[in-house]
């Protein structure tokens, strides 16, 4: 039985308590080939989105993606953001929420392919092994928000 990440719950969980308080929620995402979003507006190779029903529609967060169209210099696009180019989801009015490790998407396809059938799904770099130098930087981080692996 493959183990679904617990990644896109805390996303949408701290989705729904951001809608909830009335606070708006954002997700800083590092852009890669298999994010798309408009071109032009992420910078340092990293962007925010507005997740808000006010900035949104058809917003679908899944295990996998998150999918929604969204307006930007008031041009409708549809975006798709993988789950492992999530890198935080917090409320931007006072920014509590949660950060994430980076995760690339291609390591995670070359590692499962990589693996025997009956070997463990899961599979991270460890700490001080070579890659280091191409992954992207995370954003600053805030005291309040808790890195999950």
Known sequence: MTTVSTKPYLIRAIHEWCVDQGLTPHIA??????????????????II???????TSQLVIGNETITFQARFGGKAHALLVPIANVIAVYAAQNGQGM???????????????????????????APGEGGDEHKPKAPPRRNHLKVVK
């Open 99 to 125: 950060a994430f490790e980076p995760e690339s998407i291609d390591e995670q396809l070359e590692a499962a392919e990589q693996l025997p059938d009956d070997a463990p799904e899961a599979v991270g770099d």
């Open 29 to 46: 995402v590092v852009i890669d080939r298999h994010v798309i979003v408009p071109n032009g507006y992420a910078r340092d190779g990293q």
């Open 49 to 55: 989105l507005n997740l808000s029903p006010d900035a």
